[in-house]
């Protein structure tokens, strides 16, 4: 089994940075991609990042490319989520996801999830 917490959430204004932190515990964790993805009221929750186990290769949504920065430490079993230059349509519960093989976009290729921590930001 696999167990992801999130953390790192919190509220600021806009263009500031947070860092968020999903610990992995269980499975081996260094072949399993990890995924941000984030889910504001009303929407389908979304992709925004994902990097893959073994060679750490990184995709982000178009809407924050050039802000946000996926990175893991697999000494640590941790995946990280760097958020720079914050707007307020970044707003939303951010989850993190992890899948036992390539990197994938959608939600339904992930079977384990975390319960989520809440980003708001302020204009």
């Known amino acids: 089994q696999v167990r992801l917490v999130e953390s790192g959430g919190g509220s600021v204004q806009a263009g500031d940075s947070l860092r968020l932190s999903c610990a992995a515990s269980g499975s081996p964790f260094s072949s399993y991609s990890m995924g941000w993805f984030r889910q504001a009221p009303g929407k389908e929750r979304m992709f925004v990042s994902v990097?893959?186990?073994?060679?750490?290769?990184?995709y982000y949504a178009d809407s924050v490319k050039g802000r946000f920065t996926i990175s893991r430490d697999n000494a640590k079993n941790t995946v990280y989520l760097q958020m720079n230059s914050l707007k307020p349509e970044d707003t939303a519960i951010y989850y993190c996801a992890a899948r036992a093989g390539p990197t994938a976009h959608n939600t339904r290729d992930y079977p384990y999830w975390g319960q989520g921590t809440q980003v708001t930001v302020s204009s």
């Open positions: 990097i893959s186990g073994n060679t750490g290769n990184t």
